[in-house]
């Protein structure tokens, strides 16, 4: 079963909130950029980026969200990542970006609240 | 011994298509007892090498096609992802944790879905010659099932 990729972004609490419901791939993530690249231009804080209904990522998906997250790393801004699902969080790993300026976060409260 | 069964899928190299191979090839792993993590960890290595052929392959003149063999091995699951595109010397490969300063166009391209392919599978080569386009061979074992 696919299901319908879309991404919405919610700015009515302390952080913007950007949700990804679907998959992430090189299909997809153009639409994410997008969105990011948007919201980034129109905001000055950390983003959180919730990916709790977001199953599958790879590189692409990656690569489009290490992009913003350096670009708000510029600025002093932040990434923050929300997914409990052990296959994302295996992805993130894999690749080291957690190391660099993006930290997962298992509930978007905790998210938006850093 | 039987000769292995395998499952061909051909898709024209465009990004809409690799959900599609992800699916079938999913399908395949399945049905030899995988298990869900496995799954997903065949999906990306699988999509991380067609991702390489649907942005690096077909760089001029019209998009060829992504050829998928899951070659059902009695304890192993091997994939071979070919394509007849451009090519590239297998030496310019490289790391993304060598590059930290890489491009910044938000995409890593092979050197981070190859990074995925190695941690992911149980084993993969890449062969290539410019102007002879690709094979990436990629394999997984079927977990042992407690008797």
Known sequence: MVIEFSVSVDSNGLLPVVRVVGEIDV???????KVLTELM????????????EVHYIDSTGLGTIAHSAR???????????????????????????T?????????ESHACAE | MATPQKVVVEVPAESEFVAVIRLAVSGVAARMGFTL????DIKVAVSEACTNVVQHAYPVGPRGVVKVESIIHQDTLEIVVSDS??????????????????????????????????????????ASQPGEGTVVRMHKRVPVQPS
């Open chain 1, 27 to 33: 299909y997809t993530c153009p639409k994410l950029h």
């Open chain 1, 41 to 52: 231009g129109e905001s000055s804080s950390s983003v959180v980026l919730d990916l709790q």
């Open chain 1, 71 to 97: 670009q708000l790393s510029k600025e002093n801004r932040h990434m923050h990542v929300v997914t409990a699902r052990p296959q994302v969080k295996k992805i993130f790993e894999i690749s080291g970006l």
């Open chain 1, 99 to 107: 190391s660099k300026n993006i930290r997962l976060f298992e509930e």
């Open chain 2, 37 to 40: 993590e496995d799954i997903e």
């Open chain 2, 85 to 126: 595109g451009s090519g590239f010397d297998t030496h310019h490969i490289v790391s993304p944790k060598m590059q930290p300063d890489a491009p910044d166009h938000g995409v890593f391209g092979l050197g981070l879905g190859l990074t995925f392919i190695r941690s992911l599978m149980d084993g993969s080569e890449v």
